[in-house]
């Protein structure tokens, strides 16, 4: 790996920076991003589809959710670590060298333009919009009477036997508040039950009321009518304080780290660590305080004293302080018109149900291009499996797929009817932690063996392996995905998934199951780039091998599609390569720390981002001039975490055809939309591309070319 990386940093006699013995110092600090701030960057283009007036409004209003929910995560994890960093040494971190007080800084400008842009949007564009489309939510001012009592009734039998207030005083000290729950601190005037003055309280909101509540009174003008749980307490606080003036009700959040630190060395137990750390998640050291832009200046001091804050950790709120909460609105609304258009997936005809797809895999390989086409072909395939007396054994990895799924009843149907089935689940997969405890017991409850991976290296790659015997002889199949196997995301994301015969690749999938379970040397794979092993230094020789065609006067290329991109040592050799005259395109939907178009050093690359209808997710690397590149599809992002840190598998796409279409759906497409797609320039900023001429969106063009092959 050290011979891929270029000397020690150094000036030369003339002081000028980024030079070493005559050549570039392609590692040099003012070559990289910020990893942090190009992820508020990514942030900003999901709220860019909020404010596209061209989307369906509901569609808008959830992309509103998404940008807030990213935040959150945000947060939780980036932020935390960094300040956690900042309270230890405080040193530099990253290729670009910025300490955390330097990031902190620079976020905290950037989430605050960006938190005022989201409110603005919601009042000033989408709840507007709504109450144009005779949606609305009420507020007290403009209740009817009939409303009112409506409210008033319930709260009192809905919302008032579940709240519990909690006054502050010396005997009840501020509670202690769970991660991102929403909160109330109430000023208040007069004598307690005992006599003492009462000044504070705070009241909790419980996860289990609804954040959206139906108005079944009917409102002029209105045929949706909602009022927001925040609202309601806030109106019916009162109720809650008998005897007291109540002179002020202020919502507040906390976010709190939600990380969870394991000692890989010290776990005898992977799941029962993981499961003891769970329980404090939600009561980590506090990162941020969302409130209400209405709340005194002395209580949001208080506040921020309760939970050990400063300044730059504070986000004033006009409007409800879990905007996030908003995405269950679309579900409340039967409008089709506001909303993006029904489409089915499609499914080839030789992979359909009652069709021998063992047969059909067997002829040649088949590629899925999810959403456009369906996920089903490889749940009926595992389905298949699990009632073929011919095959004898299922393996697969599980990454995010839920306890209820039906790739998890195929494997379980499987083991009840006699096949030997290998579960590698992945338990700390982020967020999905607990979910995936509980599908390890369902599983091993149903005779199937889980295996929880290799410890301090997630299992990331998705793959399934199905051992079948054919005419006297074990033969394999396999599917190797870029996304997880969930039905539910499949829906929304882009994803590549491979069926295949191919013996070498089989074999390959065989190995790192082997290797997963069994814990073995490292496998000797034929076809695949296997992380934390192989991956890494074959993708920078494959890098360095177009640089040395096209340093020859040969035809050379370089396409890559990834979610983030922040490797130093990938990012360096695309440098190289770009020097080299390799001309290079990148699509990057999210985080990049790499700089295009740097003088004398990126001038060769560019850079885009496309968002849309569906979450881009894809990872494809091609290597090679047009129409004659070496496809790979992979599971794993051109990140460090990926490369050295996670068991990750990239797989050859052999057949010409298919290749073809690989470069054509998931790269060629994306480099042409002007509909969705943002350009980095080398400042880190992201600009719109404007249309010229005819519109082209990617997404929307492979939606129509997929169904029209539908037959």
């Known amino acids: 790996m050290a011979d891929h990386l270029p000397p020690a940093v150094d000036a030369d006699s003339d002081g000028a920076p980024g030079l ?40 808008r209003l959830r992309y509103l959710c998404i940008c807030s929910n990213n935040l959150d995560e945000f947060f939780e994890i980036r932020v935390a670590g960094l300040q956690q ?52 939510f009420l507020t007290p001012k403009h209740w009817s009477d009939k409303a009112e009592q409506w409210a008033r009734t319930f709260f009192d039998d809905e919302m008032l036997p579940i709240l519990s207030p909690q006054g502050l005083d010396p005997a009840h000290p501020f509670p202690l508040l769970t991660n991102k729950s929403l909160n109330f601190v109430v000023s208040l005037e007069g004598k307690d039950a005992f006599g003492r003055d009462t000044s504070l309280a705070v009241v909790r909101a419980p996860r289990s009321l609804h954040r959206i509540i139906p108005v079944p009174i009917s409102e002029p003008g209105y045929d949706h009518v909602f009022v927001l749980l925040s609202t309601m307490i806030q109106h019916n606080m009162g109720r809650l304080f008998p005897g007291l003036k109540t002179t002020g009700v202020y919502q507040f959040r906390v976010t ?6 394991l000692d890989d060395d010290e776990a005898a137990d992977l799941r029962l660590a993981l499961q003891d750390e769970l329980g404090g998640r939600n009561f980590g050291q506090a990162v941020r305080l969302e409130v209400g832009n209405d709340c005194p200046a002395d209580i949001v001091d208080f506040l921020l004293r309760e939970f050990e804050l400063g300044s730059r950790d504070l986000y004033l709120c006009n409007g409800p302080v879990n905007l996030n909460r908003l995405e269950s609105l679309p579900d409340l609304i039967d409008r089709p018109e506001l909303k993006f258009s029904h489409f089915i997936s499609r499914t080839p005809r030789e992979m359909r149900a009652g069709e021998d797809l063992f047969a059909a895999i067997r002829r040649r390989d088949v590629l899925l291009h999810y959403p456009y086409e369906s996920s089903g072909p490889v749940v009926n395939l595992l389905r298949a499996a699990a009632r073929d007396d011919d095959v004898l054994a299922i393996k697969q990895t599980l990454y995010r797929t839920g306890t209820e799924s039906v790739y998890v009843d195929a494997l379980i149907e499987a083991a009840a009817n006699g096949k030997d089935v290998t579960v590698v689940i992945e338990l700390r997969a982020r967020f999905d932690e607990e979910a995936n405890i509980e599908l390890s017991t369902r599983l091993q409850q149903e005779g199937v063996q889980v295996v929880y991976g290799v410890v301090g290296f997630k299992t990331h790659s998705k793959l399934i392996l199905i051992v079948r015997r054919e005419a006297g002889k074990l033969v394999r199949y396999g599917h190797v995905a870029t996304g997880n196997y969930h039905t539910r995301t499949a829906r929304a994301y882009t994803d590549l998934g491979l069926l295949t015969f191919n013996r070498q690749i089989t074999s390959d999938i065989q190995k ?20 934390p092993f192989t991956m890494h230094d074959r993708m920078i020789e494959l890098i360095e091998r177009q640089a040395g065609l096209a340093s020859s006067g040969k035809p050379s290329g370089i396409k890559a599609r990834m979610n983030s991109l922040t490797e130093p040592a990938l990012i360096t050799a695309l440098y190289r390569a770009s020097c080299a005259g390799v001309p290079i395109r990148l699509l990057v939907r999210g985080i990049c720390s790499l700089k295009p178009g740097l003088n004398s050093v990126s001038e060769n690359i560019t850079v885009v981002s496309v968002l849309g209808r569906f979450l881009e997710h894809s990872r494809v690397f091609a290597f090679g001039a047009d129409g004659e590149e070496d496809v790979y599809i992979s599971s794993a992002d ?19 055809e298919m290749r073809g279409r690989v470069v054509r759906e998931s790269l060629d497409y994306y480099f042409k939309d002007n509909r969705f797609c943002w350009q980095l320039n080398a400042e880190g900023k992201y600009k719109r591309r404007k249309v010229d001429g005819d519109v082209f969106s990617a997404q929307m063009t492979l939606l129509e070319e997929l169904n029209r092959a539908r037959s």
């Not at 110092?25 to 992820?39: K, Q």
Request: charged share 25%; aromatic share 6%.
């Open 20 to 59: 070493l013995d005559g050549q570039m110092d392609f590692a040099a600090p003012e070559y990289f991003n910020n990893r942090e701030t190009s992820f508020i960057e990514f942030n900003s283009r999901v709220l860019a589809l909020a404010h596209d007036a061209d989307i369906p409004l509901l569609e």
């Open 512 to 531: 790192v199951f082997n290797q997963l379970s069994g814990l073995g040397k490292v496998a000797n794979l034929k076809k695949a780039l296997h992380a």
């Open 256 to 261: 709190r780290n939600s990380d969870l630190y």
């Open 638 to 656: 051109w990140m460090s975490r990926n490369m050295h840190h996670r068991v990750e598998l990239a797989v050859p796409i052999l057949d010409d």
């Open 85 to 136: 960093r900042l309270r230890t040494d405080g040193s530099p971190t990253g290729p670009d060298r910025l300490s955390p007080g330097e990031q902190l800084d620079r976020i905290g400008v950037k989430v605050q333009q960006q938190v005022k842009q989201q409110y603005k949007l919601l009042n000033q564009e989408l709840l507007p919009a709504l109450e144009d489309n005779r949606i609305c």
